[in-house]
């Protein structure tokens, strides 16, 4: 069973300042195909999950370029490189399979 | 656009099933593209990936459900649907339905969710 750790659990940020989240797996996520198919999620307040990148580093269309995704085997990031009002709620990194998918206990951003 | 809209009582007794339904609209489910999934988040806490369901029937379930739940797919009315039975207040959650898109391998669309409170 793979389990995602994130950190850190809270994240308090000033308008404009960067954040970054890390994600930690306890198997490499490489798959036999070559793909590694770590994702990010946001949930803003009172919403359902929203996909922002998947495949360790490829943005959904409409995902503003702050945002961005790097890593390798079982360490991956989320970095936002100014963070926003709008980007207040909780992140989750996620590995998903067809037969599976794993969540993070997900990173709460906030406001300072 | 596709949607995913979950239904069913918001209000379950304790040891009863808890049974939910994900019509999806603006697109077919009746594809070999897609898995179709079930996600609970308790009050406050994080995701727990329920099972998730192929439009041949394939059904994929979490280990620590897998006694409790049944998904199963109903392609005429282009909808699935979740039964877990035997609830109890630790079942009390918002209940959302969600693709999975084999392009990206990762949910890409969720339905607004459904609060189910276990409660006598």
């Known amino acids: 069973e793979i389990v995602m750790t994130q950190t850190p659990l809270s994240s308090p940020v000033t308008l404009g300042q960067p954040a970054s989240i890390s994600c930690r797996s306890t198997?490499?996520?490489?798959?036999?195909?070559?793909?590694?198919?770590l994702s990010w999620l946001q949930q803003r307040p009172g919403q359902p999950p929203r996909l922002l990148i998947y495949?360790?580093?490829n943005r959904v269309s409409g995902v503003p370029d702050r945002f961005s995704g790097s890593g390798a085997g079982t360490d991956f990031t989320l970095k936002i490189s100014r963070v926003e009002a709008e980007d207040v709620g909780v992140y989750y990194c996620?590995?998903?399979?067809?037969?599976?998918?794993?969540f993070g206990h997900g990173t709460k951003v906030e406001i300072k | 656009q596709l949607q995913l809209q979950e239904s069913g009582p918001g209000l379950v007794k304790p040891s009863e099933t808890l049974s939910l339904a994900c019509t999806v609209s603006?697109?077919?489910?009746?594809?070999?593209?897609?898995?179709w999934g079930w996600v609970r988040q308790p009050p406050g806490k994080g995701l727990e990936w329920i099972g998730s369901?192929?439009?041949?029937?394939?059904?994929f379930y979490n280990p620590s459900l897998k006694s409790r739940v049944t998904i199963s797919i109903d392609t005429s009315n282009n909808q699935f649907s979740l039964k877990l039975s035997s609830v109890t207040a630790a079942d009390t959650a918002v209940y959302y339905c969600?693709?999975?898109?084999?392009?990206?391998?990762?949910?890409?669309?969720w339905g607004q969710g459904t609060l189910v409170t276990v409660s006598s």
């Open positions: 369901i192929y439009h041949r029937g394939n059904t």
């Open positions: 495949q360790i580093s």
């Open positions: 969600a693709r999975l898109d084999f392009g990206v391998v990762t949910p890409d669309y």
């Open positions: 996620m590995h998903a399979i067809q037969s599976t998918w794993t």
């Open positions: 603006g697109g077919t489910i009746d594809s070999s593209s897609f898995f």
């Open positions: 198997q490499s996520l490489v798959h036999s195909d070559g793909n590694t198919y």
